[in-house]
C-alpha cells in the first residue's frame, strides 16, 4: 500500500499537483488503485490510477461519460480536474445516506436521465472500458444484437470466462443471445451509465445522489436497473425501485428480466476477477433453461 501512496503522489507532481501533503488509501473499486490526496489548503480529493493502465485513453474516456451523465443527462457527477493516461483526479463526494429520501431522489435522477436521452441508435461514439477491459460500443440500429453481440457475446473469448465456465454453458450464453427478441420487449435506446452497481453510488455534500466510474453507451435502461437490482441493494432502496417503475412506466414483468440483463455483468467480472462471489454459479442458473438436454 505504501508503494501505491507513493507512485499517486508521484503521479499527482507529474500532472502540475505539486502542493498535495498527505494521500490516504481509498477502498471499494476494484479494477484500480484510489487515494484521497490532501492539498496545501485543505482540500481534498479522489485520486485514482492503473498500474498498468490498460489504454492511453481509459481515463479520458471515463471523464467523458462523467461530462455526458452530468450534460446530456442532468445527473450530478464529480468535477474531472485532471483525465491523463495513468491518472484521474476529481472533485470529493460522500458516502450515500441510508435514507429512503436518498434512494427516491436517485429514482427521480435516474429516471430523467433514461427517459430524456433517447437515441436512435445503440452504441456510443468511442469504445470505452470496464474495469480493465474494453467496452466495445460499435454503433448499431438493433438493440438485440448490439446487447447480444457487444455485450454478451463479446467476453466468451476472454481467457477466464473460458476457465470458469464449461462448453455447455458458452453454448447456453449463446443460445439465449440468439433469442433476446422472445425473452426481452423491444425498448429505445438510451444514455446509461453502464456501470450501476452499489458502490458507484455517492453523495455531494448536501446529500445528493451522485453517480462515478461510468461506462456510458446509449442502450437500453433497464442494464442499469438490472446492475442496481442485483447488487446487493441496502434495505431503504426499496423506494427507488418502486418509483423509479412508477416514474418510467415499467411493465410488472420487469424483474423477471434483470438476471437476463445481468449477464453482461457477470460475464465482464468473470473476465476480470477470480470467481469469489459465485458470480460463475449465478451465470449457470440463469443460462440453464438454455443447455442442450443429452
Not at 492511453?56 to 445527473?75: I, K, N, P, Y
Request: aromatic share 8%; hydrophobic share 45%.
Amino acid at each position: 500500500m505504501t508503494e501505491t501512496l507513493s507512485m499517486l503522489a508521484r503521479r499527482l507532481h507529474d500532472a502540475g499537483m505539486t502542493d498535495v501533503t498527505a494521500i490516504e488509501p481509498a477502498t471499494g473499486g476494484l479494477a484500480a488503485a484510489a487515494g484521497i490526496a490532501r492539498r496545501a489548503d485543505g482540500e481534498a480529493v479522489f485520486v485514482k490510477m492503473f498500474d498498468e493502465p490498460p489504454s492511453d485513453d481509459a481515463f479520458d474516456a471515463e471523464a467523458e461519460g462523467l461530462r455526458a451523465l452530468r450534460t446530456l443527462g442532468g445527473v450530478t457527477t464529480p468535477d474531472v480536474l485532471v483525465a491523463g493516461p495513468d491518472l484521474l483526479v476529481l472533485s470529493m463526494l460522500r458516502p450515500r445516506p441510508a435514507t429512503e429520501q436518498f434512494w427516491e431522489r436517485l429514482a427521480h435522477d435516474l429516471a430523467h436521465l433514461h427517459t430524456s436521452t433517447t437515441h436512435p441508435r445503440f452504441g456510443w461514439h468511442r469504445d470505452n472500458w470496464l474495469g480493465r477491459r474494453r467496452q466495445v460500443n460499435t454503433w448499431t440500429d438493433d438493440g438485440f444484437a448490439f446487447f447480444a453481440e457487444h455485450r454478451l457475446l463479446r467476453w466468451l473469448g476472454e481467457p477466464r470466462v473460458r476457465e470458469a465456465l464449461d462448453a455447455a454453458d458458452l453454448e447456453a450464453v449463446e443460445r439465449l443471445a440468439a433469442r433476446l427478441p422472445e425473452l426481452l420487449p423491444e425498448r429505445p435506446a438510451c444514455l446509461t451509465h453502464g456501470d450501476l452497481w452499489m458502490q458507484n453510488v455517492l453523495a455531494t455534500d448536501d446529500g445528493r445522489p451522485a453517480l462515478i466510474d461510468p461506462a456510458v453507451s446509449y442502450t437500453w435502461a433497464e442494464v442499469d436497473l438490472a446492475h442496481l437490482w442485483t447488487t446487493a441493494p441496502p434495505p431503504e432502496s426499496h423506494v427507488f425501485f418502486d418509483r423509479y417503475a412508477e416514474l418510467t412506466g415499467l411493465d410488472a414483468d420487469w424483474r423477471a428480466r434483470m438476471p437476463i440483463l445481468q449477464l453482461r455483468q457477470h460475464l465482464a467480472v468473470l473476465a476480470q476477477f477470480d470467481d469469489l462471489w459465485g458470480t460463475a454459479d449465478l451465470l449457470r442458473a440463469t443460462v440453464a433453461p438454455f443447455r442442450r438436454q443429452v
